[in-house]
């Protein structure tokens, strides 16, 4: 089970009191430019008292800070003064915006709801590198959010000095005579690795907005009813391989965002005709797995902003639930077309486009949170015409009511997608989906404890023949023998349902636990707008900690973890049962350790997934161990490795991974990174197939030696804070041999690893070999040339090649076939002009 080694969830009484600050409204407002020589900032009242938070909690920062906030009808400022006694030992790091470079940084935190549970970060370092976050959920930080805000810096005798300018168009607040903001400052002096707030944070009590102080004095402030509008124009050129040639296309698109404020707590957003050619591609992967490959969202739209629509599944620890599963999966509009393979050829687009997609959102003063967000898809021709992804609408609504000052809260969530299908795609696609979920959040006992409780319901509806398809897919296989299901030819829907509790300890003192019963039903499935990697699943999981947040000895940090985990089917078999702990430690020195090791497949676990329909498999029990650390991020050259172990099958299964990566920054200005993955096995309960043979269907497995080398190069070159270049490339090569070949024996539930198997000799014309060949670069030149305006120019290279080759061969050689692959090339120019009134 993962590591749960991030800060608990739960905030302070919300009856505290809470230190508050006074905005004084001017007439005249301050020049920006880093200095406070203005009359507004002599008007404004200066505020101290700032405290640490870490390394130690609660004692004084190693200098002073010092801030003052005013404002006029449009914009919100605030000048912050960072003391220090040697200004020359201010840490610098010039990076493109929203990346953190080993640098001094203050942050201004504005809970404008005044709500406890949301909110916006604004932070800069000396060079003027900006970052901004949007907060949900108290602590949930979305840094894909990206305001229009401006900020200058300086460096003087004193220290250095912050002057933010922010517009309330940015901020989502409540109309009405003198509001209250939350509102708070955070300053990172990173030579000392010492973080400070006003007021005071404890990381022990968690939460973010809960924690913040009051911003008053807001006088004035009129309802803001902001209009943006982003139109772009992009122009792009491909460079393909054709038979012994290339072939060439130009393309000109336009298209265009648009962001309004129907009031100044609810917002639209737009996309026409969106294009992410900016965007990274995906990392290579070679999946022998019997579950769909997650890969994570990356483009802009539909990043910022999308918390609220966040349905959670089979997620056992709420302090570390990365397990991507959820009721929706932004991927799923715009994917790759679902019937490429069938009815595709060379010339059919990958991706599906969007024609047009929207959202709105907002919040009540009542704390009731809302949206809707709706996405229509164009069709997609493969051979002939053929349809290889039909025109799609996809819906996503959502709403969030909290109670108690955000210590309790019920959500509700629904999504939909409707197909226009024709004959060609109607035995295989569904013809529409729908899921929702309802979820129960609350905390008690001075906010220490929390508990959970969702429930969601899904239903498709298809031909019999797409149902049936579904039915016997990798979330479902009704088709195998040891269960109570069965597949149903006649059926056109598949519904199912699913339920979790949870109860956990996050805060108070050094101990922290969680407890969660799940039960998803054979029938549940989501993944026509969400993503699910199986059903039919019973899932008891406990986690417990000793969390040590107040830095002594030789650490700042540290955390020891403890997990338990037992899987069952609906029908009954045991599919896990396993035992984890795991520790992490900061040090003083800004290193970082990590140890942890799993003993899983314990009392008879069985495999219900491995025969891809077939008879349950026993697992023999592993033990699969890890450990990793990296050194300090300050330094010219900082870097650290990871490393997995896998033991099974008797000691016939191996696996080695080891991840080292290094980090050189030879300037403030420029960046390197270069990270290898080197992963090198044997996996001798590989399956090879299901063949049919003499009238018997048979479950075939191999012995699969494998290794995967993988490396990934980055250079980040900041000329300014509005001018960045940066470079990714990732060669990848993948290589396995089977043998060994066998398939199941009367008795695969056997305790001997070898009296599950009996040999098999495979049909002539099933490959034994494979080598996977990509590479994958991007050179991108941002130029923001005002605020919210930027120009990208994109160059990107794909390779890409497979074939059988059995024989043992070097890595060199690997590599020599990865550049003899004949490159695809895409040259592209965007221009993005931000307008508002």
């Known amino acids: 089970m993962c590591a749960a080694i991030a800060a608990p969830l739960l905030a302070q009484d919300p009856q505290a009191a809470r230190q508050r600050a006074v ?15 203005d009359p507004a900032w002599r008007e404004a009242r200066p505020m101290r008292g700032f405290l640490q938070f870490q390394p130690r909690v609660d004692t004084a920062p190693a200098f002073d800070t010092e801030f003052r906030v005013t404002h006029d009808q449009d914009h919100l400022f605030v000048f912050v003064r960072m003391f220090d006694d040697h200004p020359d030992s201010v840490m610098h790091a010039l990076a493109r915006r929203d990346v953190r470079g080993p640098s001094d940084q203050v942050k201004v935190i504005i809970d404008s709801y005044g709500d406890r549970r949301s909110g916006y970060q604004f932070a800069v370092n000396p060079d003027g590198v900006k970052r901004d976050y949007s907060i949900a959920n108290d602590s949930d930080e979305d840094d894909t959010w990206n305001g229009v805000w401006d900020v200058a810096t300086a460096v003087d005798s004193l220290g250095w000095t912050a002057e933010f300018r922010i517009p309330f168009s940015q901020l989502r607040f409540q109309s009405g005579r003198n509001p209250v903001f939350g509102f708070g400052i955070w300053r990172d002096l990173e030579r000392r690795l010492e973080r400070s707030s006003w007021p005071s944070y404890r990381p ?38 054709s038979g012994s040639a290339f072939a060439r296309g130009h393309e000109t698109t336009i298209g265009g965002d648009l962001k309004l404020g129907l009031t100044s707590n609810v917002t639209v957003d737009a996309t026409v005709n969106p294009d992410f050619g900016q965007v990274e591609a995906d990392p290579s992967v070679v999946n022998l797995t019997a579950f769909e490959q997650f890969f994570s969202e990356r483009r802009p739209f539909f990043l910022e902003g999308t918390s609220l629509y966040q349905f959670r599944l089979n997620c056992y620890i709420v302090v570390d639930c990365d397990t991507n599963e959820g009721l929706f999966y932004s991927r799923r509009i715009g994917r790759s077309p679902g019937l490429l393979g069938l009815y595709g050829d060379a010339s059919t687009s990958n991706a599906t486009p969007i024609a047009a997609a929207a959202k709105i959102t907002g919040r009540t003063a009542g704390g009731l949170s809302f949206g809707v967000l709706d996405a229509v898809t164009g069709r997609v021709g493969g051979a002939n015409e053929m349809t290889v992804e039909p025109r799609s609408n996809y819906t996503i609504a959502s709403a969030r009511q909290d109670y108690r000052g955000g210590e309790g809260s019920v959500s509700a969530i629904l999504t939909r997608v409707d197909r226009s299908l024709d004959p060609a795609t109607r035995p295989y696609l569904h013809e529409d989906a729908t899921a929702g979920g309802l979820a129960w959040r609350h ?8 508990f959970n409780a969702q429930v969601a319901a899904s239903r498709i509806e298809g031909s019999p023949q797409a149902i049936s398809r579904t039915q016997r897919n990798g979330v479902h296989f009704f ?33 922290r636990f969680e407890t969660s019963l799940l039960r998803q039903s054979a029938g549940f499935d989501v993944n026509d707008v969400g993503f699910l990697r199986r059903a039919d699943i019973l899932d008891w999981s406990t ?75 026993r697992y023999s029990p592993g033990f699969f161990p890890w450990a990793g650390f990296n050194t300090d991020a300050r330094r010219v050259v900082s870097g650290g490795m990871f490393g997995n172990l896998a033991y099974t099958d008797e000691g016939q299964t191996e696996r080695v991974s080891v991840s080292p990566y290094v980090a050189i920054r030879p300037s403030t200005r420029l960046q390197l990174n270069v990270s290898t993955g080197f992963t090198r096995g044997t996996d001798q309960t590989q399956w090879l197939g299901n063949f049919v043979s ?15 080398i993988s490396a990934s190069l980055r250079v980040n070159y900041t000329v300014t804070p509005d001018l960045t270049f940066e470079f990714y490339g990732q060669p990848f090569v993948a290589t396995g041999r089977y043998d060994q070949v066998r398939e199941l024996s009367d008795r695969p539930e056997a305790d001997a690893y070898a009296d599950r198997f009996r040999p098999f000799v495979p049909p002539a014309d099933v490959p034994l070999a494979f080598r996977v060949l990509q590479l994958r670069t991007n050179a991108v030149w941002r130029w923001e040339y005002l605020p919210g305006s930027t120009l990208f120019v994109v160059w990107s290279q794909g390779r890409d090649g497979a074939d059988e080759r059995a024989e043992p061969h070097a890595i060199r050689d690997d590599y020599d076939a990865l550049f003899r692959q004949r490159p695809n090339n895409t040259l592209l120019l965007k221009v993005a002009h931000w307008l508002s009134r």
Not at 204 to 222: C, H, I, P, W
Not at 483 to 510: E, N, P, W
Request: charged share 20%.
């Open 694 to 708: 003499g009238g018997a269907l048979h479950h075939t497995f191999a012995r699969l030696t494998h290794r995967t």
């Open 23 to 37: 905005s004084t409204r001017v007439s005249t407002p301050p020049v920006l430019d880093g200095r406070d020589a």
């Open 479 to 511: 088709q195998q023998p040891d269960d109570d299901l069965a597949v149903d030819t006649t059926r056109g829907s598949l519904s199912g349902h699913m339920a979790q509790v949870k109860l956990g300890k996050y805060a108070g003192g050094i101990t």
């Open 204 to 241: 022990d009590r968690a939460g973010l907005a809960s924690q913040l102080g009051e911003l008053a004095g807001l006088d004035g402030l009129a309802p803001v009813r902001n209009l943006e509008a982003v139109p772009y124009v992009v122009t792009r050129s491909v460079h393909v391989p």
């Open 443 to 450: 905390r008690f006992s001075e906010r220490r404890f929390e």
């Open 543 to 617: 986690w417990a900690a000793l969390s040590f947040r107040q830095g002594r000895g030789i650490y700042r940090w540290a955390q020891l973890n403890a997990n338990h985990a037992q899987h069952w089917n609906t029908s009954g078999d045991r599919l896990e049962h396993s035992w984890n702990a795991n520790g992490h430690m900061g040090l003083n020195n800004n290193w970082d350790l990590h140890l942890g090791g799993t003993f899983g497949r314990l009392g008879g676990s069985m495999c219900d997934r491995c025969t891809r329909g077939g008879p349950l498999l």
